[in-house]
């Protein structure tokens, strides 16, 4: 099992940036595929980025690709979202998940088993 710890979240103006970081217990973190997924008031949770086990493959929402960046660093056991040229829409719940199972449909909340508890991100225009 691995249990997952959000931050970094907070209030920014548009057009400027974050990072997110999440930081997970358990020894066999390498083991794990990591994403984000967020989630508005009202809106269903969507995914936003994916890192695979070494962070050699890395996937993205095409609401974000070319302004979000997820990373991970195996040795401190966390992952990164790098968050620059916010807008008012990427404004949610940001939500960190772990999986090792295969297979993993990156962009679907259900192949995801753990869950952080999110950290909200508000964008102001």
């Known amino acids: 099992q691995v249990q997952l710890v959000e931050s970094g979240g907070g209030l920014v103006q548009a057009g400027g940036s974050l990072r997110l970081s999440c930081a997970a217990s358990g020894r066999t973190f390498s083991s794990y595929a990591m994403g984000w997924f967020r989630q508005a008031p009202g809106k269903e949770r969507e995914f936003v980025a994916a890192i695979s086990w070494s962070g050699g493959s890395t996937y993205y929402a095409d609401s974000v690709k070319g302004r979000f960046t997820i990373s991970r660093d195996n040795a401190k056991n966390t992952v990164y979202l790098q968050m620059n040229s916010l807008k008012p829409e990427d404004t949610a719940v940001y939500y960190c998940?772990?999986?090792?199972?295969?297979?993993?449909?990156?962009?679907?909340?259900?192949?995801?088993?753990?869950w952080g508890q999110g950290t909200q991100v508000t964008v102001s225009s």
């Open positions: 998940a772990a999986e090792k199972k295969l297979p993993i449909v990156w962009g679907n909340r259900w192949s995801w088993g753990y």
